[in-house]
């Protein structure tokens, strides 16, 4: 069954570095998606992207946040200098279409020390 | 604002016993709606979904949920539990003029006891 992969699952960072997490979608997927979960809280929206530019963010998806697909395959979150408080489980997530169910990765839990 | 209420935030249930997990949204407009499962050290998998019809719709291993529109609900069932549900359940809404985010409710952890 066709899946989406992430990478690392863990990654631990010193504040004010820069962090890039990486997944792989779905192969016909149109659809990609951050999301992320502190600790404790709910799982939160962070930025769609469709036909090579961000649909929609949220308003966690400042100017520290990017997204790229860079290769046709990949598709990255970057943290340009992360904070305490970006420590989090981050989800990637891919859809057929728009407005459908969403195929979720496992995650990356990101520490920033 | 859009928002996504569940109730119960730990369930603790013995085998066979029924479940029904509850959820409610803020927003009158056209919604699609998920539930979605995530079983310990494994990602978010999707139980089941209503985007529009039969408001009693079935999902995966024995799973079931009603819309009541008129109660902006989306409330899971399930009969009998067993020790293998034991996860934690979501259940998150695409609001119209959402685009394409799931606005997702805080969980709920579902322990079975054998």
């Known amino acids: 069954e066709p899946e989406v992969t992430q990478t690392p699952s863990h990654q631990v960072t010193q504040m004010g570095q820069e962090v890039i997490l990486r997944c792989v979608p779905i192969s016909n997927h149109l659809y990609f998606y951050w999301y992320r979960q502190i600790l404790g809280q709910k799982v939160e929206f962070l930025v769609s992207f469709y036909n090579n530019e961000i649909s929609e963010k949220s308003e966690i998806f400042d100017d520290q946040f990017s997204v790229e697909r860079p290769d046709g395959s990949n598709f990255t979150l970057k943290i340009r200098s992360t904070k305490l408080e970006d420590s989090a489980m981050y989800f990637c997530?891919?859809?057929?279409?728009?407005?459908?169910?969403?195929?979720f990765g496992q995650g990356t839990r990101l520490t920033v020390v | 604002a859009q928002s996504v209420s569940q109730h119960n935030h730990h369930v603790i249930l013995s085998e066979a016993a029924s479940l029904e997990l509850g959820c409610n949204y803020s927003y009158g407009g056209t919604v699609n709606l998920f539930w979605y499962v995530q079983y310990p050290g494994q990602h978010l998998q999707l139980l089941l979904k209503y985007f529009s019809g039969d408001p009693l719709v079935k999902g995966i291993k024995g799973f079931e949920a009603e819309f009541i529109k008129s109660k902006f609900s989306f409330n899971l069932r399930k009969p009998s539990v067993q020790w293998s549900d034991t996860a934690e359940y979501f259940c998150a809404v695409i609001f119209s003029g959402g685009y394409n985010k799931l606005i997702f409710g805080a969980g709920t952890r579902l322990a079975v006891h054998p």
């Open positions: 997530a891919s859809s057929e279409q728009g407005r459908t169910e969403a195929f």
